[in-house]
Each structure stands twice: as C-alpha cells, then as structure tokens.
C-alpha cells in the first residue's frame, strides 16, 4: 500500500470517529433536554432514568428526576433522588433547596430549615434559600428568625418582592399590623401587579378595622387576578 494511501485512510478513520462523537453528543444533549424540560413530567421522568442508567453518578439526572416527581407530587421519591444527588455532589446547594421544599411539603419544617441552612452556608446570596427558610420558620412560628431571613434577601435586593410579602406574614402573626401594611405596600410599589399583594394588605386592613381599604384592596385583587 502506498504511504499516501495509508494517510488517507488514517484521515478518514479520524472524519469518522469525529462524526461519531457529534452524534454521540447530539443524542446525549437531547437526553438532557428532555430529562430537564417541565411541559411534559413523565417524558422528563422517562429521560433522566435513562440517563441515570447510563451514567449512574449524573447528578444533574437525579436533580431534574426529583423535580419531576415534586411536580407529580411524589414528594418521597423527589427527596430519594435529593439524597443521591448530594451524595454525589454535596456542594451542589440546589439539591438542598429542592429537598428542603420537599420536607416543608410534607410538612415537615425542622428538616426544611437545615436544608436551607445547607444551602445558605454553600451560596450566601441564594435568595430563595432564605425565602424558603423564612417560610418553614413561619410555619414553626418563629417569627422574628423569619423576618431575618427576608431582611437579608432584602439586603442581598432591595427590589426583591417576595421579600417584603414574607416580612409582611411574618408581621402580621406578630401582631404588628401597621409593619405589615408597609410592606405590602412595598412589594405593590415594586410590582403592582402582583394579586396576592392586594389580598395580603387586604387581610391586614381587616384585621386593623380598615374596612373599606380591605374592600378597595380586594378589588384590586379580583382585577390583577381574573
């Protein structure tokens, strides 16, 4: 065989197994896709398995599975792939987001708030760790550690609604109405059009005897939300 024969061939072998790799990373990023897309649960369940299978130690599989489910409601088998998912990566601070809304679904809130905790120690400036574990301290009614946690995503954004909505419940199981009715009429200056801000400053106002605000506040409910 001549040398210029056997060069050719050496290129073509290359050509080849290049193109295999460029299918072979096509149908692995549709894989991805699909086990991370949300319109369609049960094909994203069916995706990530696969994906799991083929890669037993994919975390981003086990995280975009235990979304599915959550969104099922399979809360159980969520917080299954939650745990697998921080074995594997224990600094993955998602996981510990998403497994710590899976305890404060079922109900239970000690465990909520040591995930969230979990996660503020890896990523200090996630907001929603602390919108989390302001919820769960909440719902465990303690008050002021709830308004801690909205005063520091309110540092971390001081444009950040959500904030002053949790900061607003949070004073208004306190009992400190007025508080609470400034900050729901914070979270409506930075974002009028959000409805449950009107019926949050509307349970306030009736709370506090306001009457006829409560009913002006409600009807801007029924407006924002049809």
Same mark, same amino acid.
């Given at each position: 065989?001549?040398?210029?024969?056997?060069?050719?061939?050496?290129?073509? *072998?290359? +050509?080849?197994?290049?193109?295999? &790799?460029?299918?072979?990373?096509?149908?692995?990023?549709?894989?991805?896709?699909?086990?991370?897309?949300?319109?369609?649960?049960?094909?994203?369940?069916?995706?990530?398995?696969?994906?799991? !299978? $083929?890669?037993? !130690?994919?975390?981003?599989?086990?995280?975009?599975?235990?979304?599915?489910?959550?969104? /099922? &409601?399979?809360?159980?088998?969520?917080?299954?792939?939650?745990?697998?998912?921080? /074995?594997?990566?224990?600094?993955? @601070?998602?996981? %510990?987001?998403?497994?710590?809304?899976?305890?404060?679904?079922?109900?239970?809130?000690?465990?909520? +708030?040591?995930?969230?905790?979990? $996660?503020?120690?890896?990523?200090?400036?996630?907001?929603?760790?602390?919108?989390?574990?302001?919820?769960?301290? +909440?719902?465990?009614?303690? %008050?002021?550690?709830?308004?801690?946690?909205?005063?520091?995503?309110?540092?971390?954004?001081?444009?950040?609604?959500?904030?002053?909505?949790? /900061?607003?419940?949070?004073?208004?199981? !306190? &009992?400190?109405? @007025? /508080?609470?009715? $400034?900050?729901?009429? !914070?979270?409506?200056?930075?974002?009028?059009?959000?409805?449950?801000?009107?019926? &949050?400053?509307?349970? +306030?106002? *009736?709370?506090?005897?306001?009457?006829?605000?409560?009913?002006?506040?409600?009807?801007?409910?029924?407006?924002?939300?049809?």
């Amino acid at each position: 065989v001549r040398p210029c024969s056997i060069a050719k061939y050496k290129f073509m *072998l290359r +050509v080849i197994s290049f193109c295999i &790799g460029l299918i072979s990373l096509s149908a692995s990023t549709w894989a991805n896709a699909d086990c991370d897309q949300v319109f369609d649960i049960d094909r994203s369940i069916r995706s990530c398995t696969k994906l799991i !299978k $083929q890669s037993p !130690k994919h975390a981003f599989a086990y995280n975009s599975r235990a979304n599915a489910y959550a969104a /099922r &409601g399979e809360i159980e088998r969520a917080i299954q792939d939650y745990d697998e998912q921080i /074995r594997i990566n224990p600094r993955h @601070d998602y996981a %510990y987001n998403g497994r710590g809304n899976a305890y404060a679904t079922l109900g239970e809130f000690d465990r909520a +708030v040591q995930d969230f905790s979990s $996660q503020i120690a890896i990523n200090r400036r996630h907001l929603f760790a602390y919108s989390g574990r302001g919820t769960a301290y +909440v719902a465990k009614g303690e %008050y002021d550690r709830a308004i801690q946690d909205c005063e520091a995503q309110i540092a971390i954004n001081p444009r950040h609604a959500y904030a002053y909505a949790g /900061r607003a419940s949070a004073f208004a199981a !306190k &009992g400190e109405l @007025d /508080r609470a009715l $400034q900050d729901y009429s !914070k979270q409506i200056e930075i974002n009028p059009r959000h409805p449950h801000a009107y019926m &949050g400053r509307a349970r +306030v106002n *009736l709370d506090a005897g306001h009457a006829a605000l409560a009913l002006a506040d409600a009807d801007k409910f029924l407006a924002t939300h049809p």
